[in-house]
């Protein structure tokens, strides 16, 4: 019985309307032509009363004999009857005449509610609820409606634009949490230097005409103001870096293996030269594949920067790729402190470990560097060592 009302429920709209109509004209006709037996008998014993014997004489004959022969009762006048059977035989007349017209306009009416009933009522509530419920921003529900009907199509499509909504919602406010952090480096970042420089310029404006700075006190903040003025063009190049994440597109060639390993050797040496770190890189395989060459060494440049700033003494770089799997990877491990935070809380953009870091550094290099390993379908994984240091693995998709 489930499974019958099951397909009953999950028929198309057409079907529907054809299977309620056709049972309800079947209910109505049986129904109709059991009325109008009923009635015909009932009339027939009222009148039966007000006949003559003749009648009844006659009528006993043909039912004894069972001859073929008939015999006609007559109407009885109205006025030969009781009020009550005159009112009964009347009753009787119009069921006669008017059953089937009554039994069919009824059956189509019951049809009609139960089709709107099982299968218009239900999923139309709960889609007038739900955008009701989105026109006050509220996402926090759901279409359970499941019928594999037309109605149920449209429950599902509707479910579906209320997930992607969510999603964009989520999306729009990460938006928003970016720009406000990207508000507050900006001041941040540039109260900083500009503090620094009106502070010099307060100097020289008060002591330069009485001739209390000497031309080595001089030359040493008109240093100092330079570097400032370079870190505001390094954080100005850096926006317009970030500013761009969105946009770019992975653009994949094929390389070997090898040509990376020399490569990043080289990026190693220049970059480790000012922080007097030993760097060594292992390669453990010699495959072609196909990656953003760009992309990936970007990644590798912003975890060996932060790498040689915090390390000690060495900083271990292995690469591998495996053709099987279609992904390579890049683990750098140094030997500093290691992280002491959660990964969520490291990769947010403008994230400083140390607050002295303010000063040269943004906060976005292991932003960028998750940023650009989802972009290429891989994942960034950060952790500490087993003896210490920290250890990150940047994955990448090769195909």
């Not at 209320?162 to 949490?177: D, G, S, T």
């Not at 020289?204 to 370079?230: A, C, H, R, V, W």
Request: aromatic share 10%; charged share 30%; with cysteine.
């Amino acid at each position: 019985m489930e499974k019958i009302r099951g397909k009953i429920k999950n028929l198309s709209f057409r079907k529907s309307i054809i299977f309620y109509v056709s049972l309800s004209l079947v209910i109505s006709f049986f129904a109709a032509n059991a009325l109008i037996f009923g009635a015909n008998h009932l009339q027939r014993n009222i009148w039966m009363k007000y006949i003559g014997e003749e009648y009844e004489k006659a009528w006993d004959d043909i039912v004894k004999t069972e001859s073929p022969l008939s015999i006609d009762v007559y109407r009885v006048s109205g006025y030969a009857m009781t009020p009550w059977d005159n009112t009964v035989s009347e009753v009787c007349d119009f069921l006669q005449t008017w059953s089937v017209l009554i039994f069919s306009m009824t059956g189509c009416v019951a049809a009609v509610f139960l089709f709107y009933r099982n299968k218009i009522k239900e999923p139309l509530k709960e889609l007038s609820d739900g955008a009701g419920r989105i026109s006050k921003d509220d996402l926090a529900f759901a279409i359970t409606y499941q019928n594999r009907d037309e109605m149920g199509r449209l429950c599902q499509e509707f479910e579906r634009m209320r997930k992607q909504l969510v999603q964009n919602n989520k999306k729009m406010w990460e938006i928003v949490e970016q720009e406000k952090a990207l508000r507050s480096a900006v001041a941040h970042d540039i109260r900083s230097p500009l503090a620094v420089l009106r502070g010099y310029q307060e100097m020289m404006i008060e002591f330069l005409p009485e001739e209390k700075i000497d031309k080595e006190q001089m030359m040493e903040m008109l240093q100092s103001g330079m570097e400032q003025i370079e870190r505001l063009d390094h954080f100005l190049d850096t926006m317009k870096k970030l500013s761009k994440i969105e946009d770019r597109t992975v653009e994949k060639k094929k390389t070997g293996m090898t040509e990376i390993k020399n490569r990043f050797e080289k990026t190693a040496q220049m970059m480790s030269r000012q922080y007097s770190i030993v760097c060594e890189i292992v390669c453990n395989s010699d495959t072609e594949i196909t990656v953003d060459e760009s992309m990936i060494s970007e990644v590798y440049e912003n975890l060996l920067s932060n790498a040689l700033r915090y390390a000690k003494k060495t900083v271990q770089i292995f690469l591998g790729a495996n053709p099987e799997k279609k992904r390579m990877e890049i683990r750098i491990v140094d030997d500093g402190t290691g992280f002491t935070e959660e990964f969520e809380k490291v990769t947010k953009a403008y994230y400083h470990a140390n607050p002295q870091d303010d000063f040269k550094h943004f906060g976005l290099g292991l932003y960028l560097c998750r940023i650009y390993c989802e972009k290429h379908g891989g994942k960034l994984l950060i952790g500490n060592a087993i003896w210490g240091g920290a250890e990150v693995k940047a994955i990448f998709q090769t195909e």
